[in-house]
């Protein structure tokens, strides 16, 4: 009797080829359902409803017809048991060899704008997983094929052994389970986000390993680049126009770099990122402008950086670009003179990310046993709310130099200090275990330059020495959240030296 393969697909890629190939080298009977019926009997295939083979009509508009006894009673019996073969004689069942199924576009559906929930539950496959579930748990005995990806390896298998081995089914089970395993989540996520404000009480984590990473941040660390979803977004959509594989301390330090250049839209902005910090970030009238000072900020920090612009690379940006030695550049677009500037350094790795203003909804950090997961820190500063808590007034140039150094701030690892002048970055403190601490890196940074600059906190004073600190740099205003028990101590010590000093209500930790 000739080998029988089910083939029920929504993703129609490749699905002809296939199915010709198993008919006319390998005779094999092919039954099908609903629309992949429909092509391959359009593309001269001899098919068999799956309705015809078993008997019972699809009903429910579609929503019913591969569950049923013929069909799964084929894919779930077990060759080498008596009774399972007894049952399928009994019941005039064929054993089924091969089952090629791939699921609704539940996640290319939720992504449209403006999707009902009603549209978003009609894509919830339901025969698709039973017969992938079903067909991967018996793999001993049949082949699973959940990805167009799969079929020409499968045709190999076919034509080196005469069918296919034991190893390979194995391995096309797995990526079945994986498959309904991350088809489950999306829609549970999907759900959780449609029901509940926050953070929901169960919380899944899924993705499609789309590249194997030379290690991850040490050679001994093996790494690897998943991909969320089954449409690629973020960096999984960028284009690389030219450079090395991306590694995973590239991606992690392109991700720090994305974050800040988002937050200035109206300007062209740039930052350079080393150690996942912030070296130099600056606003200015042009790109060019805005990558000269981020880079003149601390110009020997900048080798061997990431740099992230938010506007297209021009040519004579790229120029500027090519005179020191540069691990990544990413902006939203590059014209083609720059292009060309580029390749002269060809080892950098140049992307393009037209998309900078969308981030993920949430942060996730593996523990010991589990993993903590908290919404991102997208609050947008609203300068309106802040309070000034000194006898001196911001004037509307200390206000903005003031916001600037806090949106920088904010991506600035805690203990967080930025000293920032004419919308430039001149001294950053990161990471020290007390803020005086960052605040002597700042102004040591900084030099002469500070005289006339703004500082800016990310977490309150608990004690007046940063501002005394900063005044004796010639620092005049400090933007800070404010919220300690001794805030007085910081106001009095601020309005006793003359400076400015601004409270937020805000908070922006980075660990």
């Not at 019913?64 to 073969?85: M, N, W």
């Not at 890196?441 to 007046?464: H, R």
């Not at 005394?468 to 205003?477: K, L, M, S």
Request: with cysteine; net charge neutral; hydrophobic share 40%.
């Amino acid at each position: 009797m000739a080998r029988l393969a089910l083939l029920s697909v929504s993703k129609k890629t490749g699905i002809t080829d296939l199915a010709r190939s198993l008919v006319e080298e390998f005779g094999f009977d092919i039954i099908s359902s609903g629309g992949t019926a429909k092509t391959l009997k359009d593309a001269g295939i001899p098919v068999t409803k799956v309705s015809n083979y078993t008997g019972s009509p699809e009903i429910l508009g579609g929503r019913v017809k591969t569950l049923h006894p013929r069909i799964h009673g084929g894919i779930l019996a077990r060759r080498d048991i008596e009774q399972d073969i007894k049952d399928l004689a009994n019941n005039q069942i064929r054993p089924i060899d091969l089952v090629v199924v791939n699921l609704y576009p539940f996640e290319e559906t939720i992504a449209k704008p403006g999707v009902s929930l009603a549209e978003a539950v009609e894509q919830i496959d339901i025969g698709g997983p039973a017969m992938l579930r079903a067909s991967s748990k018996n793999f001993t005995h049949l082949t699973v094929l959940c990805n167009p990806d799969q079929y020409d390896e499968y045709l190999q298998e076919l034509r080196t052994n005469g069918s296919a081995s034991l190893e390979f089914r194995q391995k096309c089970a797995l990526k079945g389970f994986l498959h309904t395993a991350s088809y489950d989540n999306a829609i549970a996520a999907y759900l959780a986000g449609v029901e509940t404000e926050g953070i929901p009480e169960t919380y899944t984590v899924s993705g499609i390993q789309i590249q194997s990473l030379r290690y991850g941040e040490n050679p001994h660390q093996p790494a690897a680049w998943y991909q969320t979803g089954t449409k690629p977004t973020g960096w999984a959509a960028a284009t690389k126009l030219q450079g090395k594989e991306l590694s995973y301390n590239n991606l992690v330090d392109l991700e720090a770099a994305r974050r800040i250049v988002a937050e200035f839209t109206d300007t062209p902005a740039a930052t350079i990122i080393k150690h996942n910090n912030p070296c130099g970030t600056a606003e200015a009238g042009s790109i060019f402008d805005a990558y000269q000072k981020a880079f003149n900020a601390d110009s020997t920090s900048a080798f061997g950086g990431i740099v992230a612009l938010n506007r297209a690379i021009d040519a004579l940006t790229a120029s500027e670009l090519t005179k020191t030695f540069l691990e990544c550049v990413v902006a939203p677009g590059c014209d083609e003179e720059a292009q060309e500037v580029l390749t002269k350094k060809g080892n950098v790795r140049v992307l393009i990310l037209p998309d900078f203003l969308t981030g993920s909804k949430e942060t996730v950090r593996a523990i010991t046993g589990g993993f903590l997961v908290q919404t991102a820190d997208d609050i947008i500063a609203d300068t309106s709310k802040w309070q000034v808590v000194t006898e001196r007034q911001p004037t509307p140039a200390q206000l903005a130099e003031l916001l600037f150094a806090w949106k920088v701030c904010k991506h600035v690892k805690s203990n967080a200090i930025v000293i920032s002048k004419d919308r430039t970055t001149l001294g950053v403190g990161a990471g020290q275990m007390n803020r005086v601490g960052s605040t002597k890196i700042a102004v040591e940074q900084a030099g002469e330059k500070a005289k006339g600059s703004v500082l800016a906190s990310d977490g309150f004073f608990p004690f007046d020495d940063t501002v005394r600190t900063a005044a004796a740099a010639g620092i005049t205003a400090i933007v800070q959240p404010g919220g300690s028990l001794r805030d007085k101590d910081s106001i009095k010590a601020a309005n006793e030296l003359g400076l400015l000093m601004v409270v937020t209500g805000v908070r922006h930790f980075l660990h």
